[in-house]
């Protein structure tokens, strides 16, 4: 029998064949994405990933026993993407400090809110299906753009190709089937929601980053 988040990807995968055929991401693998929506796209990402910790942090409070905590604190401790996420923004002349004043999009913010509001209102299952699109699809990246023969794109692309995120898809997929086998009917639908959006909100985000998405004025 399927596990619960082999179930959550299947629904899921329509969703996720769009991401994957997404222009930014087309248009990258070949070499020719305009660099400054690589550029919008990385200060974005760049704080998407802060969000992404802070709830790890609030679901590191909730987890059920001490194993799990361990388990958690690894994932808060240990943020894989930032030496990546230093290299390429010193490849398109971000600096630190440019990165960290830069304001989250409103999809951005959007997606951010539905990860921490998941964490406040719900415990570690819907809280870790809300977390798991985000390593899972980025795991299939390197599959997806190749190798790349571009200054940019080419360091970017390789990072997903080594499997960076093998472990991190792993735990994240550990904590959902854990929390499937145990949880309430009721429970296992909010983990199914958390999980469909936040797929959705994985292909807004390329939307976002590749229109360069910005705030009314």
């Known amino acids: 029998m399927p596990s619960f988040s082999d ?23 070949e070499g020719r ?35 799990s905590v361990e388990a958690l604190a690894k994932r808060v401790l240990t943020p894989i993407e930032r030496p990546l996420h230093r290299q390429l923004l010193a490849l398109v002349e971000i600096t630190p400090e440019e990165a960290a004043i830069a304001q989250p999009a409103p999809t951005n913010l959007a997606y951010g809110n539905h990860m921490l509001a998941t964490a406040h209102q719900h ?8 977390l798991l699109p985000c390593p899972w699809t980025y795991h299939h990246l390197g599959d997806v753009l190749g190798r790349i023969a571009h200054p940019i794109y080419g360091p970017w692309s390789e990072f997903y190709l080594q499997g960076a995120l093998e472990h991190s898809v792993q735990a994240w997929r550990g904590f959902v089937d854990e929390a499937g086998a145990q949880a309430s009917a009721a429970e296992r639908e909010a983990m199914r929601r958390a999980f469909l959006t936040s797929s959705r909100y994985e ?15």
């Open 7 to 29: 179930q959550l990807r299947s629904e899921a995968q329509p969703l996720w064949d769009r991401i994957f055929r997404h222009p930014f991401l087309l248009e990258a693998s």
């Open 33 to 67: 994405l305009p660099v400054e929506k690589f550029r919008y796209y990385l200060l974005q990402d760049f704080h998407y990933l802060e969000t992404f910790a802070r709830t790890v942090a609030i679901a590191l409070g909730k987890a059920p026993d001490s194993e």
């Open 123 to 130: 415990g570690l299952g819907p809280t870790a299906a809300a």
């Open 203 to 217: 292909l807004l985000f390329w939307d976002m980053a590749y229109k360069m998405e910005q705030w009314p004025g």
